[in-house]
């Protein structure tokens, strides 16, 4: 099969997400043809079968802001028609799903099928704003197959934009090969103390993150139990955290690293992680730290319930319970065979779940409906 998958480069978990799978379906034989702005960061070697294209946007003075919507449009209707894809794959259904189905009309000498994957921020904050409710509507309708990472985004989803539409719901996965527990003793004497847990968050710094919630349940838990916190990102939210730290007196307690491409490595030194967001769609970052072996401590919100196991893999509570959040982090990092349980069911759950090759065949036979349904 010959595959466009159209989607963000950047840290981003849609990207990730994109790029693996991308990678994945190569491994399987597929043609994939990545299609950007840049190249996914993920995608930083040689793989066979991969291509990526760029997308040129042109630098116009007629132009206020540059046209990327377009660009990417005139891009994979170029990519498609000299690839002779069979189908594109794109992430986000503002601005890709918008820019495939225009770039459908290109494609003169065959029809193009467009499959839109539904990540969460494209219906859950762009498809809230009015100027962008109609088009994310038609662009969730004309695609021939929509995807939701989770049961919580499909719902929402077909509430917000009253559709019909059927949505299947495929999961998020990660590379088990690649996240599991590392043994890395150096790295954690490099930001803790012998005897210390080390709590981690990792996240684009945005409100829906609630750092300030991290930073209190931390605060919390290391008046009972010493320990060091590790904040992996960056955003808009830093410069606040950075003063809610000082203000607290934890400036020596607390790590800023900035956005790291890999994190397995920090995941494994780390004891526990805290995800308290307002709403995660999905929640990747609980299941790279339960692949990992560290029992998460989040939010009862979005699509977190069905990644993590209440009491077996971490604890959920309401969004904004900072005591109770810190209450059961203290639980599990007090009592070394509670924490290695909930680690171990971590690492299983993670496997028997999530497994890359379970969700590749799920995107695989998504790719086929659609194939087959066009054949006369």
Not at 184 to 191: D, E, T
Not at 201 to 226: E, M, T, W
Request: net charge negative; aromatic share 8%; charged share 25%.
């Amino acid at each position: 099969m010959r595959i466009g998958i159209v989607c963000y480069p950047t840290y981003g978990g849609s990207g990730v997400v994109a790029t693996e799978l991308g990678k994945a379906l190569a491994q399987k034989g597929h043609e994939i043809h990545f299609i950007s702005y840049d190249r996914p960061f993920k995608l930083d070697m040689f793989h066979d079968n991969i291509f990526y294209h760029e997308v040129e946007v042109l630098d116009y003075p007629l132009f206020k802001f540059p046209p990327y919507m377009i660009a990417l449009a005139s891009k994979i209707g170029e990519v498609a028609r000299w690839a002779n894809l069979d189908l594109v794959h794109v992430h986000y259904a503002i601005p890709h799903a918008v820019s495939a189905l225009l770039a459908r009309k290109l494609v003169t000498n065959k029809y193009l099928p467009v499959v839109t994957t539904l990540h969460g921020t494209d219906i859950t904050v762009v498809g809230h704003e009015p100027q962008f409710f109609d088009i994310t509507k038609m662009s969730i309708e004309e695609s021939d197959a929509v995807t939701a990472v989770s049961n919580s985004l499909k719902t929402e989803t077909i509430e917000l934009f009253n559709i019909s539409k059927e949505i299947e719901v495929i999961y998020n996965f990660i590379d088990l090969e690649q996240y599991r527990r590392l043994a890395v003793p150096g790295l954690k004497l490099k930001y803790s103390e012998p005897g210390e847990k080390i709590l981690i968050h990792i996240s684009n710094f945005r409100a829906v993150k609630r750092l300030k919630d991290v930073i209190d349940i931390f605060a919390q838990v290391n008046k009972k139990i010493p320990g060091r916190l590790l904040m992996v990102g960056d955003g808009p939210e830093t410069q606040a955290a950075h003063k809610q730290v000082m203000t607290l007196g934890l400036g020596d307690r607390v790590h800023f690293l900035g956005k790291q491409e890999q994190v397995v490595e920090l995941l494994s030194i780390s004891d526990l992680c805290l995800l308290p967001s307002e709403k995660e769609s999905f929640g990747l970052v609980a299941l790279e730290a339960m692949a990992c072996g560290v029992p998460v401590v989040a939010s009862l919100e979005g699509g977190l319930p069905e990644v993590l196991k209440e009491g077996v893999t971490g604890f959920m509570l309401p969004v904004g319970e900072v005591e109770l959040m810190a209450l059961k982090a203290v639980e599990v990092l007090s009592s070394p065979e509670r924490w290695g349980e909930m680690s171990e069911n971590a690492q299983k759950h993670a496997n028997d779940a999530f497994r890359m090759e379970k969700i590749r065949q799920q995107y695989e036979d998504i790719y086929m409906k659609v194939l087959l349904s066009q054949q006369p």
